[in-house]
């Protein structure tokens, strides 16, 4: 699921970033 | 390379250029789109049929009560000191004069403070605002409430310098509002170089008489649609970035500034996606709202419609402050939101245009937004923007298909990463 059950993501921002940057 | 194929597509490419072609279009073909007019009636029936034409998914119409009020006939004349047709425009929901019109005696002031100090003088006047620009946001307050500050204290009608930065002699309309238990008194907009030269004539103590005439009309309310189409998400179809525009306009030039840029670059934006065969994994939603102008109605009544889903939203974009060179996005959200959106525009770097303001709004998207739900709207170079903002000069001619093609750009790129990415934007 996109979010998790409590709203808090368990990725971290780094994680975040990466996923990101492979948009570029 | 997704972000590359974007720019490269919208800016260089086949397509580039495209949203302006697509606006011209429209705005010559329909003019102006006044909420309650045939015109917006057309224009939301031409753009149902462009949608579809496009290729988009789930095109359809979500029906909208919105006001319908008309300007008519209008005309000012200064009888006093010297004889001088001036040219003004009715704000939105002014009543009319009655028939024969009003002639009465000029107080010109040039804040509601100034109006308050001379309000024993102000019984059976015309109040003239000649408020200084100070920005939009302040000074607007006087377009909105000049008319009932002015009943309040006697006032037979009231003429406000228009909400400009620049003038050449151009009235400038927009919406105002009565109060209940206030006198609704006619009011309308006239020149920075009317109300500054009364302002002068009343220095140097000249009675200033002048003959209004208005044939401004409300209607009873009438039927008009939010245009909506989609590209379907692949895997949270149900989850939402919602990117919008307003189709409605004033009556004056062709609207093509407020908001035809806007509702255009929301829709490359789709177009772009889905022309470089991408899907995102959940919905890009595009809107184009109807009778912003009258108060955001269209994007209320929408949010009435869809709350029950707030919590499938993960971003709300409107663009409604000019399709000019952007310089980046105004964000409003969590700082873990806001910390993900600057990664999103440091994607906009072949275009430097990677900034991230705050204070993301817009009338259409601020009911979402004060529900928590993260909101952007597009920064653009605004300098110009309030030259032509609500009067006759808002026509395709201010437009530039090079600064669309940017602004296009970057409002697909964000669209379609906050859409794709593997979660939702956090919220508070």
Not at chain 2, 15 to 26: A, D, H, K, P, T
Not at chain 2, 66 to 72: A, D, K, L, N, V
Not at chain 2, 417 to 423: C, G, L, S, T
Request: some cysteine; hydrophobic content about 40%; charged content about 20%.
């Amino acid at each position: 699921k996109a979010v998790f059950k409590n709203g808090v993501s368990q990725r971290t921002f780094r994680e975040i970033k990466e996923e990101i940057a492979n948009y570029e | 390379d997704v972000a590359k194929a974007i720019i490269n597509l919208a800016v260089y490419g086949k397509y580039q250029n495209r949203s302006y072609e697509r606006l011209g279009l429209l705005v010559d073909t329909v003019g102006p789109r006044l909420s309650g007019s045939k015109n917006l009636e057309k224009a939301i029936q031409i753009m149902y049929q462009n949608l579809q034409q496009d290729g988009l998914e789930n095109v359809h119409l979500e029906q909208v009560r919105i006001p319908h009020w008309e300007r008519g006939e209008e005309s000012a004349v200064m009888l006093e000191p010297r004889i001088h047709k001036m040219a003004i425009l009715g704000l939105g929901s002014s009543i009319g004069t009655p028939p024969g019109g009003i002639t009465a005696e000029v107080l010109v002031v040039a804040s509601f403070d100034e109006l308050q100090r001379r309000a024993s003088e102000a019984r059976g006047k015309i109040i003239v605002y000649n408020q200084p620009y100070t920005g939009y946001e302040k000074t607007v307050q006087y377009r909105v409430q000049g008319a009932v500050e002015a009943a309040k204290v006697g006032a037979v009608a009231s003429l406000i310098q228009s909400v400009a930065s620049f003038s050449i002699y151009s009235p400038h309309t927009g919406i105002q509002k009565y109060q209940d238990g206030v006198p609704k008194i006619p009011t309308a907009c006239i020149t920075v170089e009317d109300a500054e030269m009364m302002s002068r004539m009343a220095s140097r103590g000249n009675k200033i008489v002048i003959h209004l005439e208005m044939g401004a009309k409300t209607y009873p309310d009438t039927d008009s649609f939010n245009t909506v189409a989609e590209i379907t998400g692949s895997m949270y179809p149900e989850e939402v970035v919602l990117v919008s525009g307003h189709l409605d306009s004033w009556d004056v030039g062709q609207g093509a500034l407020d908001d035809g840029g806007g509702a255009f670059i929301s829709w490359e934006a789709l177009s772009l996606v889905k022309d470089l065969g991408l899907r995102p994994k959940r919905t890009l939603r595009l809107v184009l709202w109807t009778a912003e102008e009258q108060g955001g109605i269209g994007a209320s009544q929408y949010y009435e419609l869809h709350k029950a889903n707030i919590s499938k939203y993960s971003l709300v974009m409107e663009a409604d402050s000019g399709t000019f060179l952007p310089t980046g996005l105004q964000f409003t959200g969590s700082d873990k939101a806001r910390a993900i959106m600057k990664e999103v525009m440091n994607l906009l770097q072949p275009l430097n245009v990677t900034k991230v303001f705050s204070n993301g709004e817009g009338t259409d998207i601020n009911f979402w937004i004060q529900a928590g739900v993260p909101g952007a709207s597009l920064r653009d170079d605004l300098y110009k923007y309030f030259f032509f903002h609500h009067s006759h000069g808002d026509t395709m001619t201010v437009m530039d298909p090079k600064q669309m093609n940017v602004a296009a750009a970057v409002w697909a790129v964000v669209a379609y990463v906050v859409a794709d990415m593997d979660e939702m934007l956090p919220r508070s």
